[in-house]
């Protein structure tokens, strides 16, 4: 199983960057995808997640409205769309698979496999 994050980069507050999260090796549209990053110094955190389904989304409160997750069944791909960046968003980007239940979607737990994170800063 493999998950490569790509995608991270340099950008200044209120820029965008869009981080994807190809994925082989296991059946994609039965995973639930997730994101979370860990900033220096700081415990890893959850970011956003997309049932197997996408009928479910989740996001942590502070990425809400400036931060979304998509898949792509077709291309075993996951997608985070970041507007309006805030140098608070600086960190390592990590994209995992999972068969979390709903408990347990927003926890490192709940996920069985990590892509090798992409570094995400964003300056003011």
């Known amino acids: 199983v493999q998950l490569q994050a790509s995608g991270g980069g340099l950008v200044q507050a209120g820029g965008s960057l869009r981080l994807s999260c190809a994925v082989s090796?296991?059946?994609?549209?039965?995973?639930?995808m997730g994101w979370f990053r860990q900033a220096p110094g700081k415990e890893r955190e959850f970011v956003a997640a997309?049932?197997?389904?996408?009928?479910?989304?989740y996001y942590t409160d502070s990425v809400k409205g400036r931060f979304t997750i998509s898949r792509d069944n077709a291309k075993n791909t996951a997608l985070l769309q970041m507007n309006s960046l805030e140098p608070e968003d600086t960190a390592v980007y990590y994209c995992?698979?999972?068969?979390?239940?709903?408990?347990?979607?927003?926890?490192?737990?709940?996920?069985?496999?990590w892509g090798q994170g992409t570094q995400v800063t964003v300056s003011s």
């Open positions: 995992a698979a999972g068969r979390p239940i709903t408990t347990y979607v927003r926890a490192s737990a709940g996920y069985s496999h």
């Open positions: 090796g296991l059946t994609f549209s039965s995973y639930t």
């Open positions: 997309m049932s197997w389904t996408g009928g479910g989304t």
